[in-house]
């Protein structure tokens, strides 16, 4: 029986670069993939590792067969879709494991750093950073050092496959930066498949069930930025719509899924003076787009209004998008609820929150009529003893009572939907309004920077003659949180109750810097289309740029930049400058019409030269004893002159 | 039931073929466009091709569907990524036709061998330049030398093992030099025809008829078994004397290499006689002859050998094989 032998020990040179390679294109997608994809791969490489390392046997073809099988079906199980790039990349993680079990010869390692390759890539899609860069730079280096240990000879050192990757880079980063510059952008995509799904939201949540979760995560992460065409408004007209919810169980608002509405936009009749603005949205994976309350035109394709005027796109958010827009902060919707809609915009569910609805009830008729009951409600909200807290307590069975009469904390969602109920036990239509408010002038930038920690609710009530009209409840509690922004309020609060006003201001300041990088940033680099990519080539001084002629551009550089760099290649494998004695000596075989044949000393050939009579015996020994005393009399000046002498006595 | 054959070829035997076709064409091109070379010959630029290889092909179409997704994304990291990989790309290219240009090959000779061994073919490659070239082998269809790198002035000699059937001349009319460096992304190369020969001995015989008696030549007395014969003097050691008949102790005392000479001596010695042999095809009786010819120079007895038209006279030593060798090698011919 033969045994079985184990692997030769002849990939230790290359496969550690290679399992690096791996684990740095791995590791930006750790966050996002299931836990076992993420064991099994570690798993699978210390696993290979030591095979190569002890020369053990690779696993089985049957054992990884079904391995295969496994992970094929646990991605289908985990994600129930292969299509995207949370499935891709996890599929990818998998076949780099299974690839790496039966990776055999050198040259399998070709797969794992195409595999590789596509899992930067993918990760480049799902997040763009500030530090994306730097980090692909290094993937790219350690993939093209681990490709050339692959091919290299037993006595290249890693330093040097190290070295030699990062001079062929060094060659491509002229070529990739003119491409980049002029390659054309595209202004529409051929074909949209959602990025990531699989992640969840960042950004708002879809419902509100104010009461259930006991205190409001305050997440510093930017929700988006601004920047105005003209002045920034004030804090207090700086409310960013989002989504409606119109529907309330007792406990949760809901809202309905997005969907066009082509008299939504006809309904609002604006007045005053427009703002206009860019706003660079991060990724949300939702489908709802936000802009300042009301917006009339956006730049962005493919998005609509729906019937509660929020605007959404049929594809969710998943990649940091700019779009303009133009809003006016002075607006009224006027529209006519009859009938069905007025039941339906101000329907509560039987039995519940009763001690509001008496109350209310109670109230309006104390009020005669609704603006005056709705002002009786927002003077109760600011006189009585009512808090605004981001730690309430929870609330339980029938929140919105035990909040009205018992608790009296709580946040803008408390607040706008205890409000929205109070509105509709009477009978007024009301809905409410998820999006931001307020936001962070980031002085550097001259942008405007609106965090998670900014998202807000308020109501929005139906009034005869008047529409739908924006109330904000919170306002009649915190003004503070209304005129100042949420941010503010918070760091000032922070930065006085620690004492700590001089350091965490200067740490503030860093933070802005960061961030005003980070807008730049996004708005050259990642965000650099079809719009900036013309600005840009108009300053370069390309008279109406169009892709034509960026392309010619771009194949023209590339050719100059081909030929500059075959040059610089050329120059570095040419031979060195033959020495003065080789030049002098090569002149004389000439004359003498002989060919030196091969490990023939200069000696022999005089004596050849001298029998063939070609050249005067003297001249041939004259040149011959020199040359001699070049080679091999020491570093003496004066033979080479003799030399030269000699060589130039024969002519 | 049997099988019908199937009348056309299979899908890769025929691109094989295919593929087989087109590098003759090529391949005779190169020849006519670039004539003999010299023994010595240095790679211009004009003579060193390039194509993508399988990996390359594969390359190029990962670059080009990231540039698609980049594209539709509008993602700009990932068109960074795709245009520096196909940066690397265009750099490989250039750098590994660079790794060829300018290397000096040079025949460096070798030696004869006996049919079915391999004929190694030594070519020295000289790196003149500045800077290492990497990844370097020798090739003739079918068969490929060990890859070696070179660094700055650097010579090193590869050996192309040809294996061979028949004797005579074998020539290496065409060879080429190829590199793969940096990525294995393209395969540059270039064909070389220099006038390269080596001589191949027929093979010895596997089982050989015995061979013809010892005989003694001019012989005037009987010898007896102990093979002592009467000491003439000594003179200077000439090649294919027998080193049984060197003075050592002379050579000891003086330095000089001298024989013993014997008058009358029996000095037994072997014909082998192409016409003598019991075999009727002439390829098996060089075979034969050949084998008695290694075996008698294993022994270090005096052999003569007999071919129709030559004849060597017994005698013994390196030239002397090497002389009845080489005219077995060509018996026949037409060449020299």
């Known amino acids: 029986m033969v045994r079985p032998r184990g692997t030769d020990g002849s ?16 590791a930006p997608h750790i966050p996002y993939l299931p836990i076992w994809i993420t064991t099994a791969f570690f798993g699978c490489t210390i696993w290979r590792y030591t095979i190569e390392k002890r020369r053990r046997m690779l696993p089985s073809t049957w054992f990884r067969a079904l391995l295969a099988l496994i992970c094929f079906l ?42 590789c390759i596509f899992l930067v890539m993918s990760s480049l899609l799902r997040e763009q950073n500030l530090w994306s860069l730097p980090y692909m730079i290094i993937s790219v280096i350690v ?3 681990a490709w050339l240990r692959m091919s290299a000879a037993k006595s290249e050192t890693a330093t040097q496959s190290f070295s030699t990757g990062g001079r062929l880079l060094l060659y491509a980063a002229p070529l990739a930066v003119a491409m980049w510059i002029f390659f054309p952008r595209l202004a529409t995509p051929f074909w949209s498949v959602p990025i990531d799904t699989g992640r969840a939201t960042s950004g708002l949540s879809d419902t509100m069930s104010p009461g259930d979760i006991s205190s409001l995560s305050l997440s510093n992460e930017v929700a988006f930025r601004v920047s105005f065409d003209g002045a920034i408004p004030q804090p207090r007209e700086r409310y960013w719509r989002g989504l409606v919810l119109t529907r309330f169980n007792g406990r949760t608002w809901t809202g309905l899924e997005p969907s066009v509405s082509a008299s939504a936009q006809q309904q609002i009749v604006v007045s005053g003076d427009p703002i206009a603005y860019e706003i660079t949205l991060e990724p949300t994976r939702q489908q709802w787009v936000f802009a300042l309350d009301m917006p009339m035109t956006w730049s962005l394709p493919k998005t609509f209004m729906g019937p509660q005027q929020q605007l959404a796109r049929p594809v969710p958010i998943d990649q940091r998008i700019a779009y303009k827009a133009v809003s006016y902060p002075e607006y009224r919707v006027e529209t006519e609820i009859s009938g069905l809609y007025r039941d339906w915009f101000s ?34 909200f600011h006189n009585e003893e009512f808090f605004y807290t981001l730690e309430p307590p929870p609330l339980g069975n029938d929140p919105v009572d035990r909040f009205l009469f018992e608790t009296r904390r709580g946040f803008c969602e408390h607040y706008a939907s205890a409000f929205s109920v109070m509105m509709r036990s009477v009978g007024i239509p009301s809905r409410i309004v998820l999006g931001y408010h307020g936001g962070e002038i980031n002085p550097m930038g001259g942008h405007l920077i609106v965090r998670q920690s900014d998202a807000h609710a308020w109501t929005e009530v139906w009034l005869d003659g008047l529409g739908w009209y924006r109330i904000d409840p919170t306002a009649a509690v915190a003004p503070e949180r209304i005129d100042y922004g949420a941010s503010d309020a918070a760091f000032e609060g ?28 996004n708005d050259w680099i990642l965000g650099y289309g079809p719009d900036t990519q013309s600005r840009f ?33 050329a120059l570095r494998y040419r031979a060195p400058a033959k020495d003065p004695a080789a030049i002098l000596y090569r002149r004389f075989i000439r004359k003498t019409g002989l060919e030196p044949g091969i490990g023939e000393t200069a000696e022999r050939f005089a004596r050849r030269a001298i029998q063939t009579n070609s050249l005067p015996p003297g001249l041939i020994m004259s040149v011959t004893a020199a040359y001699h005393d070049v080679r091999y009399g020491g570093a003496d000046e004066s033979a080479l002159v003799r030399l030269r002498q000699a060589v130039g006595a024969i002519s | 039931m049997s099988s019908i054959p199937w009348p056309f070829p299979s899908p890769g035997a025929f691109l094989g073929s295919l593929r087989a076709g087109a590098l003759a064409r090529v391949g005779r091109w190169a020849r006519k466009r670039q004539g003999t070379d010299p023994a010595t010959t240095k790679l211009r630029p004009g003579r060193v091709y390039i194509l993508p290889t399988g990996v390359g092909i594969v390359f190029a179409i990962m670059v080009f569907v990231m540039l698609l997704g980049s594209m539709n994304y509008n993602n700009n990291l990932s068109f960074v990524l795709t245009f520096v990989l196909f940066g690397i790309g265009f750099i490989s290219m250039h750098q590994c036709q660079r790794n060829l240009v300018g290397l000096e090959l040079t025949f460096a000779g070798t030696e004869p061998v006996f049919a079915g061994q391999a004929m190694r073919f030594g070519i020295a490659v000289t790196n003149h330049s500045k800077s290492a070239r990497c990844g370097l082998r020798l090739y003739r269809e079918g068969l490929q030398s060990d890859i070696h790198d070179l660094q700055p002035g650097e010579s090193k000699v590869f050996i192309l093992a040809v294996p061979t059937e028949h004797r005579g001349w074998i020539t290496l009319d065409r060879f080429g030099i190829r590199t793969l460096f940096p990525f294995e992304l393209f395969r540059s190369w270039a064909w070389l025809h220099m006038d390269i020969r080596g001589l191949v001995f027929p093979r010895p015989a596997e089982n050989p008829p015995e061979p013809p008696p010892t005989m003694v030549a001019h012989g005037h007395r009987q010898h007896d078994a102990r093979g002592e014969e009467d000491f003439a003097g000594l003179r200077k050691y000439q090649e294919g004397d027998s080193p049984r008949h060197v003075a050592w102790k002379a050579y000891a005392r003086s330095g000089q290499l001298l024989s013993k000479q014997f008058a009358g001596a029996d000095t037994s010695s072997q014909w082998f006689d192409f016409d003598d042999i019991p075999v009727n095809d002439i390829e098996q009786r060089l075979s034969v002859l050949t084998r008695w010819v290694v075996d008698a120079d294993r022994t270090l007895e005096d052999y003569g050998l007999r071919l129709p038209g030559t004849e060597f006279e017994p005698a013994h030593g390196e030239t002397h094989r090497r002389a009845c060798l080489e005219t077995l090698a060509l018996f026949e011919t037409g060449t020299r």
Do not use: C
Request: hydrophobic fraction near 50%; charged fraction near 20%.
């Open chain 1, 143 to 145: 993939i093209v050092t």
């Open chain 1, 494 to 521: 922070l930065g006085e109750a620690w004492g700590l006003s001089a350091p965490s201001q200067l740490l503030h300041k860093l933070s802005l810097t960061v961030d005003a990088i980070n807008a730049k940033w």
């Open chain 1, 11 to 26: 990939l230790l040179r290359s496969l550690p670069w290679t399992l690096g390679a791996l684990a740095l294109s791995i």
């Open chain 1, 347 to 380: 329907s509560l569910p039987d039995n519940s929150n009763e001690r509001t609805a008496e109350l209310a009830r109670q109230m309006r008729a104390e009020a005669g009529n609704d603006r005056d009951f709705i002002d009786a409600v927002l003077r109760k």
């Open chain 1, 74 to 115: 646990g991605v289908l199980a985990t994600y129930s879709s292969i299509s995207g790039v949370g499935p891709g990349s996890a599929l990818l993680a998998v076949m780099a494991s299974l690839k790496l079990l039966e990776t055999r010869k050198r040259r399998d390692q070709f797969v794992l750093l195409f595999i």
């Open chain 1, 537 to 569: 080539m108009e300053w370069l001084g390309m008279q109406d740029p169009d892709w034509q002629k960026m392309m010619l551009t771009m194949i023209g550089l590339v050719a100059g930049l081909v030929m500059l760099i075959s040059l610089m290649l």
